[in-house]
């Protein structure tokens, strides 16, 4: 993960997190399907609740723009859950994708 050394307002002990960010790591990876599928039982609230979803997504609306966001929209509407979270997986992929390799020019 491309995370940071707070959690919210609370910053990670320096010692830890340095210890954190020099041991060794395991990737874990599986193909899209399988995440789509376990992304979907894991936040399987919102596919039940799916006018919550479209509440939070419209907050959103500023970061990934309009257009974005009702295409998302569009495909809860139309219960399209798994194209929906492919193009979640999609931003978040490439936003992780660009962090990681923000840092390691960083190092």
């Excluded at 992304?39 to 500023?62: A, M, N, S």
């Excluded at 490439?94 to 960083?106: D, G, V």
Aim: proline share 4%; hydrophobic share 40%; charged share 30%.
């Amino acid at each position: 993960e491309a995370e940071s050394s707070c959690i919210g307002d609370i910053q990670i002990p320096k010692e830890f997190w340095f210890n954190m960010k020099t041991s060794p790591r395991v990737v874990i990876s599986l193909p899209l399907q399988q995440r789509v599928k376990l992304i979907l039982k894991e936040y399987g609230y919102w596919v039940d609740h799916p006018q919550e979803l479209t509440e939070v997504l419209v907050l959103f609306r500023d970061k990934f723009g309009r257009t974005r966001i009702l295409e998302w929209i569009h495909l809860i509407e139309q219960k399209r859950w798994i194209e929906f979270v492919e193009c979640l997986l999609e931003y978040y992929d490439a936003s992780y994708r660009f962090n990681k390799k923000k840092k390691q020019e960083m190092s």
